[in-house]
Structures are given as C-alpha cells and as structure tokens.
C-alpha cells in the first residue's frame, strides 16, 4: 500500500515558477514509477509528468516539454515537479499517481493517487 501526499501548489502569476512534491508512504516507493496528472475544470485529467524508479527515464507531455521539470528522491519518498514560465493554462488540481507497472502516460494503469493540490496561474 502507498499513500501520497501533495504539496506546493498554490497561485502565481503567469511567468512564474512552482515546485510540487509528493511525498510517500511504504518501503515501495523506490520501485514504483511515479507520475503527475493535472484536470482543470470542465476538462479531462490529462499526463503531465512521470520518471522511472532509477530517474533514468522521464516522460513528458508535449504542453510543459521544457518547461516542467519531474525529480525523485528515493531516500526521501518524494517526487517532485518543477514548474517554470507557468501560463494561464496550466491551471488545474495536479494529482501524484504510483505505478508498479504499465503506460506511464495512461492514468488508468496508476495505482494509487494522492488527493491533489490547486495550482492556479493568474495572467
């Protein structure tokens, strides 16, 4: 079982950099893949961000290549997510998601999920 815990989020303005974390519970953590997901209002949830359980590999949707950083600590059960140069659009409830295996940009194949934490750019 893993519990995850998300944190950071909050209102910037457009331009403007945040830092998610996602902390989480269990000796699991270091084998799961770990991804971030984001649903603004009236529209679907939708892949942002997921690293491997080595930091190896990491995946990105098109929307915040370059601009979106993902990280993980091990050590500290935590995934991160840097975001820079925010915009309007970026706005939305972002959710944690652990992964044993599976698609990393599918939601449905995520396993656990933490509660998520609003993010809002204003313009």
């Known amino acids: 079982q893993v519990q995850l815990v998300e944190s950071g989020g909050g209102l910037v303005q457009a331009g403007g950099s945040l830092r998610l974390s996602c902390a989480a519970s269990g000796r699991t953590f270091s084998s799961k893949t770990m991804g971030w997901f984001r649903q603004a209002p009236g529209k679907e949830q939708e892949f942002v961000a997921a690293i491997g359980w080595s930091s190896r590999n990491t995946y990105y949707a098109d929307s915040v290549k370059g601009r979106f950083t993902i990280s993980r600590d091990n050590a500290k059960n935590t995934v991160y997510l840097q975001m820079n140069s925010l915009k309007p659009e970026d706005a939305a409830v972002y959710y944690c998601?652990?992964?044993?295996?599976?698609?990393?940009?599918?939601?449905?194949?995520?396993?656990?999920w933490g509660q998520g934490t609003q993010v809002t750019v204003s313009s």
């Open positions: 998601a652990a992964q044993l295996r599976g698609t990393v940009r599918a939601s449905h194949e995520y396993d656990y």
